[in-house]
């Protein structure tokens, strides 16, 4: 890999086809087995809880409880039904976040594609269970406390506003994964043009990619955190729609 900006090439790494059918293995498949298989050996390896917890457990519960508090606050207490899933949600984007970060790594949620169907699934997701415990009563959300003048123009605003959820939400995440990869892209372009010119400047251009690489580390949990939160927001509607 000679330059970060690879991370965000899919390529083939197995072909194998049955019949017409293509299975090719791509690499953007890596990170998914990766967290898939990490997530297997917790559940095979420490099903059985500690009342003194181990360094693993520990962790897992602290993430637990930092997810509960975010559902606590953003929902309330009626949310925990939705506990598995919104862990679940918070971990996979955390660690194919921080799998981007690692040298040689994939940046996996840098794909518009990926990101975009995770929350194109998880709005879709919200929006049919707004209609399964409310019925028809959900669609109260988009009809707006207003003059009856208004009330057509701002029931489309409305509407347009809940449907760019989705992509919004993918934007953002990709977004900000593709341009941290970037600009260290740059700086590192940077730093070897200078290497000929001035020992200095390239000693501050290592630090530059060094305070980056450290900024990209925190954007990696920051966009996890930043996704859980909204998508706590949307589910909110679920309980909230009759007030």
């Known amino acids: 890999m000679f330059s970060p900006l690879e991370q965000f090439d899919v390529i083939p ?33 420490y099903i059985n809880y500690k009342i003194i917890p181990t360094n693993i457990q520990y962790i897992l519960e602290s993430l637990i409880e930092f997810i509960i508090n975010i559902i606590k606050n953003q929902i309330g207490k009626e949310g925990f039904l939705y506990l598995p899933f ?32 995770l929350s194109l699934s998880v ?44 992509f919004s939400l993918s ?31 390239s000693f501050i251009g290592f630090i530059g990619i060094f305070a980056i690489l450290l900024l990209e580390l925190g954007v990696a949990c920051l966009q996890a955190y930043v996704m859980t939160i909204l998508i706590c927001i949307y589910l909110k509607d679920i309980f909230g729609s009759e007030h």
């Open 86 to 117: 919104i862990f679940t949600i918070f971990t996979f984007v955390l660690f194919a976040n921080l799998l981007s970060v690692i040298p040689f790594g994939i940046a996996l949620t840098s794909h518009l594609i990926v990101s975009m169907w």
């Open 171 to 201: 934007i953002r995440l990709t977004a900000n994964i593709l341009a941290g990869h970037t600009l260290v892209n740059i700086i590192s372009v940077f730093i070897i043009n200078t290497l000929t010119i001035n020992i200095l400047f």
């Open 123 to 166: 709005c879709s997701a919200i929006f049919i269970l707004g209609l399964v415990y409310n019925n028809l009563k959900f669609l109260k959300i988009f009809i707006p406390k207003c003059p009856i003048a208004l009330l057509p123009v701002l029931i489309l605003i409305e509407l347009f506003s809940y449907i760019i959820r989705a």
């Open 13 to 45: 790494l197995i072909f194998f086809s049955i019949g017409k059918i293509d299975i090719t293995m791509f690499n953007i498949f890596l990170p998914l087995i990766l967290i898939i298989s990490f997530w297997l050996i917790v559940d095979i390896f």
